[in-house]
């Protein structure tokens, strides 16, 4: 048996928790909560498709397979409902896109998941001469809910403390990390930006992608579907609504801004006419890579040192597969694939 220390209770250090305790090894997560993370904003959405290509994405198959059963799971464990199955209303912009869509729902391998079914209330209630098509086996993670129910876990357990791990505050010895008087075997980073400030973790490929959203008021709009349009609208029931997302690559506030917001609005309104009314606007910041691979391995020179991240936009549908692909990893010396390792940096 082998105790770990987690850094981040985000999605990535909550689901690789639950997978090392499953095996019976000792985990302690620590999290301050004093950052903008994408799980405090997150829509928790998943989408098996990328709109962009039409085309299936990465490992589709199997990370759905593994989503599902870890949700599943984690749902009966912690009795609370955070899983949530609902389809994706992909609006037309022209006839091209509608034709486009037709042509690849014959592809063997994205064809499953485009359906030739449009969805009517999204008909009745945006503007969408061209029409619209749904996306099979897609839904959202309430991911607040989710992370407070698995906190609570955590802490009844013994598994959770909420504090900063400082690198100035870790030691690294041969046959242990100590952090604040306490031994572990590894201490494996889950915290999203700013891991590769680490020591021999300098050379990965992490990089801050802000976004931005907003929770919304909208009266009489009743849809059964997640519409998307460019953005998404993510229906959450009693007239609630979240409205995303934006993304942005540069250097810019960790706060809401006026010109994110105006921007989500005004492509909201051209769709659709109904009186909106803004509840909150929330940012946080998705910690990707320009390979849109996660990251999975050890820092250089320090096998006692991991890392668990870059799961973008995509961290619902990444994180149950990979978690329980790097549990494998630290508890059986499983092979991390090359796709996902740190040594491709």
Partial sequence: MSKYLIVGQGLAGTLLAFSLLEKGEQVLIADDYNHASASQVAAGMWNPVTFKRLAASWLAKEMLEEMNVTFRKLEEKLQASFFHSL????????????????????????????????????????????????VNECGWLNVPLFREVSKNYFIQHGNFIEDAVNESEVEFLESSVVWKGRAFDKLILCNGIGVNQWKGLESLDLIP?????????????????VVNFGQFLLPFGNEKFRLGATYNWNEVPDEPTEEAKELLLSELTQRMDKTVVVESHKTGFRPTTRDRRPIIGFAKENERLGVFGGLGSKGVLLAPYFSKLFSAVLTEGAPIPKEVSTARF
Avoid: M, T
């Fill in 209 to 225: 992608n802000h976004g931005q959203v907003l929770d919304l008021k909208i009266e009489n709009l009743e849809i059964d579907a």
């Fill in 87 to 134: 389809p994706v209303a992909r609006i037309f912009n022209s006839i091209q896109d509608a034709n486009f869509w037709d042509e690849k729902s014959d592809h063997p391998e994205v064809g499953r998941f485009l359906s030739a079914r449009s969805n009517k209330s999204v008909q009745e209630n945006f503007d969408s001469p061209f029409g619209n098509s749904e």
